[in-house]
């Protein structure tokens, strides 16, 4: 643990062997030492109960700012002695318990930082609905969103950092990705689709919904049997191995995933479908040969900005005169944004989800026109609703195979997320596009829709 977080983590055990060292050196005096009864255990009790002493007016009045500036939700925040401070006057959707003064003061600093510090460490605890709370605060802070001054210098230090380079994306991916097949088989749906699902109903279910999703994109696409598909950024597979089976294109799929390769090529041979599907663990930078179509579902979070002119040129090579193609991706209204600090750092490095007009411009900068675009917020937040019911009732395990603050962490990320799409603070855009003089586009939309509850079956 780096950075501001682990000197958080560090100060308080610090602080008491400071104190006690000095203690001994000042006290070399006889006379002094025995007018002082400082021991190691008598330090810690003092610093911890200054730690959990009643609050102040001053930090009474801290709290009372920080509802303030986020809009004043209907939640509370109970303090460690009890006393409690109020957004609003009526009732409340969820109340967060701080338990002690150094997390009030760290969350007041940066909270989009330490909030999420704080929770994963058991140092604060909501009581309701975590989604609930979070969509409460989410819908209420102010357009100019919650950002402290500390955190915006942070946010343009990070800036010159290019965390998205060749070797930095395998880490980024790594980090996320590669920390076990069998956790993520405990919560996704059989075909381990990390992507946001289509919901032909709203009560569709999870497995249903996930095989719609990869049958719309491919209507979008206008697949025909025998082209040739390009997928940049593949996952576990199953949309290469949906494309092939069912509309009998040959595909060529990258990610730079080791453990997601590995599981797609073993499932493609399962299906006897290695002859028609190429999983390539190489980086999107590195596509080489000319298709027919481009598809990229979920991809575009992990490019960064800087990059986007890369993956631009990539589109245009790899297409030829009648390319088309499809990106997917988590998006914003506001273009330029960093992505919430705490996930950055803890669950997606790396990550960035631009706005509609970015993804626009990055089709159009390599010559192609734009067909169509859709935004399918709720179905993201209906997606990780499931995600977040199963990874629940899977919670005894996950902290088995990690330990309780990572269920803890992995709960706030999916809530969170959750709450963002239902709150409109993060977007799910699909972009359709093809070369301007490609007059071979369907005249309706009728043909997306035309059962679609079967998801191609």
Not at 152 to 178: A, K, P, Q, T
Not at 241 to 247: D, E, F, V
Not at 287 to 308: A, C, K, T
Not at 367 to 393: I, K, P, S
Request: hydrophobic share 40%; proline share 4%.
């Amino acid at each position: 643990m780096g950075g501001v977080a682990g000197l958080a983590d560090f100060y308080p055990t610090q602080l008491v062997k400071t104190r006690w060292i000095m203690s001994q050196s000042t006290l070399s005096d006889p006379k002094r030492r025995e007018q002082s009864s400082l021991t190691p255990q008598s330090a810690v009790q003092s610093f911890e109960a200054k730690r959990t002493a009643a609050p102040s007016r001053l930090e009474k009045w801290l709290t009372v700012r920080m509802l303030q500036a986020i809009g004043n939700p209907p939640i509370a925040l109970v303090l460690w002695d009890g006393s409690t401070v109020s957004g609003t006057p009526g009732p409340t959707c969820g109340r967060v318990a701080i338990h002690d003064r150094r997390t009030l003061l760290e969350i007041a600093l940066d909270p989009l930082l330490y909030f999420g510090e704080a929770y994963s460490d058991g140092r604060i605890d909501v009581a309701g609905s975590l989604p609930s709370l979070l969509s409460a605060v989410y819908r209420h802070r102010p357009s100019s969103g919650m950002s402290s001054l500390f955190r915006r210098m942070l946010d343009n230090i990070e800036s010159f950092v290019d965390g998205n380079s060749l070797n930095g994306s395998r880490l980024n991916i790594h980090h996320h990705y590669d920390i076990g097949d069998d956790f993520y088989q405990l919560w996704l749906d059989r075909e381990m689709l990390y992507t946001c699902a289509y919901f032909p109903t709203p009560e569709s279910e999870l497995e249903a919904a996930q095989r719609a999703k990869m049958e719309y994109v491919c209507r979008k696409l206008h697949l025909k049997p025998g082209e040739t598909v390009v997928e940049a950024g593949c996952g576990w597979g199953a949309l290469a191995r949906y494309m092939a089976r069912h509309h009998g294109v040959v595909v060529k799929a990258y990610n730079i995933s080791r453990n997601q390769i590995a599981y797609a090529r073993q499932k493609a041979r399962e299906q006897g479908l290695d002859g028609q599907v190429e999983f390539v663990e190489d980086d999107y930078r590195n596509i080489s040969g000319s298709f027919d179509v481009f598809v990229s579902v979920g991809m575009l979070e992990h490019v960064g900005v800087r990059h986007y002119q890369d993956l631009s040129a990539v589109v245009d090579r790899c297409l030829g005169d009648r390319g088309r193609g499809l990106i997917h991706s988590i998006g914003q209204v506001h273009r330029g944004r960093e992505l919430n600090p705490w996930i950055r750092r803890r669950i997606f490095p790396g990550a960035y989800p631009p706005a509609l007009s970015e993804m626009v411009q990055l089709v159009e900068s390599a010559g192609f026109g734009v067909l169509d675009t859709e935004n399918l917020r709720l179905h993201y937040a209906r997606t990780l609703e499931h995600w977040l019911a199963r990874f629940e009732a899977s919670a005894e395990r996950v902290a088995a195979m990690f330990d309780d603050r990572f269920v803890r962490m992995w709960r706030l990320y999916l809530a969170g997320s959750a709450a963002s799409f239902t709150a409109g603070s993060l977007h799910l855009f699909q972009v359709v596009f093809a070369r301007p003089a490609d007059n071979e586009v369907p005249w309706t939309r009728s043909a997306l829709y035309a059962d679609c509850r079967s998801g191609g079956q």
